[in-house]
């Protein structure tokens, strides 16, 4: 399988998050990727460099006032009176919208949700990078299936992660979406595509950009939002709204559910996926669900990992694999190595 991959991802190296009123350091750091990184060549993956995809994908599901925030943010916050190095916003409008601010501190605190996603120096581009890498991993499905493969696959290591990052909100560790930037280009020659989330948390940003479409089905398996983040997401009553209703699914589960009943509630998003019929999926293959995982929602061995990319395999669709979460344990990387064997299998 292909392996999307650029070294830019280091350039976003955040210090630190709040955690329970506690500063704590980030746990989104660059090893991450460089684990992963190992674990798909130690496989025998082809590792390839993205191509420059320009901002048009990225302005194709973010907002143009959001990509501008993200590209000045950390140079105007250096400009503010005893600015630190990240910019943390510590006022948000929360549920009474008003009116977008003009004050860098009043846009920080519109487009950042949480104190989980601070934008240092390097971080847009980073983020730029990681969704060029799920472009380029998308275009070489596309064109794989385009040139008679039955169902093509690549994998686009993409850091920072993306799915909690809405059209023009960032949050929990994420900026741009790169699950939903590759399904969107996808949508350029495919007319139903579907998203299959299987990161521990929640892919709120993803349903949030597509909640009122019916051509990108979301459906994600994750911790029970009512106990873990991302807390106002990912409930099973949210079902898409508009010409989108019903073409959003979630699957919550119990903190501390184990592979029996993931891989069974991985069953059930199959039948809807394939009750919806698309042509290409984009799995948001966060790792944190892990037994080892430092965030502990879910409790997944590697050999479920396994399992549940047997499964997904079974789909036999054109698959864009988008890293998501997953953080510094013993197994981060044989989990990603053992996907991507059982996916190509
Ligand atoms: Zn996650």
Redesign the pocket.
Known sequence: MKVVYSDKHALHDPAFFLVRGERKESAEKPARADILLKAARAGGHEIVTPAYTGLVPVLAVHTPEYVDFLQVAQREWQKLDGAGPEVIPNVHPVRYRGSYPRAIAGRAGWHQVDGACPIGAGTWEASLAAAQVAVTAAQIVMDETRAGAAAPMAYALCRP?GHHAYADMAGGFCFLNNTAIAAQHLRTAHQRVAILDI???HGNGTQGIFYARNDVLTVSIHADPADYYPFFWGHAHERGEGAGEGSNLNLPLPLGSGDAIWLATGERALERIRTFAPTALVVAL?L?ASEHDP?QGLRITTDGFGRMASLIASLKLPTVLVQ??GYLGPELGDNLGQVLRQMSA
């Open positions: 992660p990161d521990v948390h966060g944190d965030l998501e979460g």
